[in-house]
């Protein structure tokens, strides 16, 4: 009985590594899917920091 809870532990530890690797495949595939759309909120976000900030420092 001992032995068998030994071997089901140790092929779980692998479990971790598997699910982390597959979180950041779909990362990087909705990245790439929504990468304009990403582009032009950052844009737009940066846009409105400089002029926030020059109106701030002006």
Known sequence: MKKDSKKLRKNNLG??????ILI????????LIFKTQIQE????IFEKIS??????LA
Request: no cysteine; hydrophobic share 65%; charged share 10%.
């Open 15 to 20: 479990m971790g590594t598997v699910e982390m």
């Open 24 to 31: 950041i495949v779909v990362l990087i595939g909705l990245v």
């Open 41 to 44: 909120l950052a844009g737009t």
């Open 51 to 56: 002029a926030d900030s020059a109106a701030i």
